[in-house]
């Protein structure tokens, strides 16, 4: 871990390479009047609006919902299987049915899903006297459940250090989360323009005072977005997991789930502050955890280590070392897919369109993990074997 002091509040980052941009949001971050302790930059830090991704922001006495991100309650949950191999031409058929069942992209749903399924709506948010967004995209919502979404968001099938085949996957709050984002973000500018907040605007982290009532509907807003994340997560993994067991004979352990975008009370250094995690995950001691690589690349079951320095706090991924247009621009794509075919991985790179999310438009997962050797520590390293990207 490293830091930076020139700021109000002193920024400790554990990489050895930050994007002038990311830094540039940091130091933001570090000299809001309202910042608590210090920023802790996570080893997949990149630069996102208003607030870097891979960041960890505590403050005292206000929510910014910037800092948790249009993505909320977005998170990771995996499976361990009981089998110890799986045939490629199943695994193949197996894909083939997965995406005939999730749809990916912006892609929805032909029909509402069951609303047992989704998370309990409380009856207040239909009479309350505010315009919520949950209660108005409830229906809408029903559509995307069960949906992977696009971005780095992906189904995949991998082989663990522990000899078993496991399952990965990772995806959001869908559009339900970027609405209640959007509009508590534009909410939280106009109140700061009123109030005349000394946080510059073009900074992108406008606010809410945690004892007014805006707070306290955007944070139940956003808890019902990562209950609503969570669900989808579940079904998706749910349906993932039947179809394994029509071709094969296996059984399934409890899911693992956790979450990266997200604001909470937590106690830190002896005070309750409001901890955002944007592209970050908690990682108490002793609690498991789900770090992703990128596709074609490992991924980490961890445990963690309760490190006070980062609140508690580890990556979420690998993190970005190429912007998508960047990417795309940059990359080659023959050797990009040479690259994956070589390790017998079932992907979906098929045009320069799809360079965005190849693995070297990521930073490399295994540097990602020995920077952050003080904050988890690996439990079962997973090796990719079959992919499905957003």
């Known amino acids: 871990m490293k830091q930076i002091s020139s700021e109000k509040r002193p920024i400790k980052i554990w990489t050895d390479y930050i994007e002038e941009g990311a830094l540039k949001q940091a130091k933001h971050l570090a000299n809001l009047p309202f910042t608590y302790k210090h ?16 960041g960890v922001l505590a403050t005292k006495g206000v929510i910014i919902p910037n800092a948790v991100g249009s993505d909320i309650g977005c998170g990771m949950c995996a499976i361990k299987t009981s089998l110890i191999e799986i045939d490629k031409k199943i695994l193949e058929k197996v894909i083939k049915e997965v995406k005939q069942v999730i749809p990916v992209g912006k892609k929805s749903h032909k029909e509402k899903q069951d609303k047992n399924l989704m998370p309990k709506l409380d009856p207040y948010y239909f009479y309350c006297d505010f315009d919520n967004i949950v209660a108005n995209e409830f229906e809408n919502a029903l559509y995307q459940l069960g949906t992977l979404g696009g971005g780095n968001h992906f189904c995949e099938f991998q082989k663990g250090s522990d000899n078993h085949i496991w399952i990965m996957i990772h995806s959001g709050s869908r559009n339900l989360g970027n609405k209640v984002a959007r509009y508590y973000n534009d909410l939280a500018v106009k109140f700061n323009e009123r109030w005349f907040s000394q946080v510059p605007k073009e900074w992108e982290l406008a606010f809410l005072p945690s004892g007014t009532k805006e707070a306290q509907i955007y944070f139940d807003e956003m808890s019902y977005c990562i209950q609503y994340a969570f669900q989808n997560r579940k079904l998706m993994m749910n349906r993932v997991c039947e179809i394994l067991e029509k071709y094969t004979k296996c059984s399934f352990e409890p899911m693992i789930n956790i979450a990266h975008n997200y604001v909470a009370l937590e106690n830190h250094f002896g005070k309750n502050v409001w901890v955002h995690r944007k592209g970050a995950t908690q990682a108490k001691k002793g609690q498991i955890g789900i770090i992703p690589g990128s596709q074609g690349t490992n991924s980490y079951i961890v445990e963690g280590l309760g490190n006070p320095e980062s609140f508690l706090s580890c990556s979420h991924g690998a993190g970005r070392i190429l912007g998508r247009k960047q990417a795309k621009k940059e990359l080659d794509l023959k050797k990009e897919i040479n690259n994956l075919n070589k390790k017998g ?46």
């Open 345 to 390: 991985i079932i992907h979906f790179i098929k045009t320069k369109e799809d360079l965005d999310e190849a693995p070297s438009a990521y930073k490399n997962i295994d540097k990602v993990m020995e920077n952050q050797k003080d904050l988890v520590k690996p439990v079962v390293k997973l090796q990719p074997l079959a992919v499905i990207k957003g």
């Open 39 to 54: 920023v802790a930059l996570m080893p997949d830090v990149h630069q996102g609006y208003g607030m870097p991704i891979g």
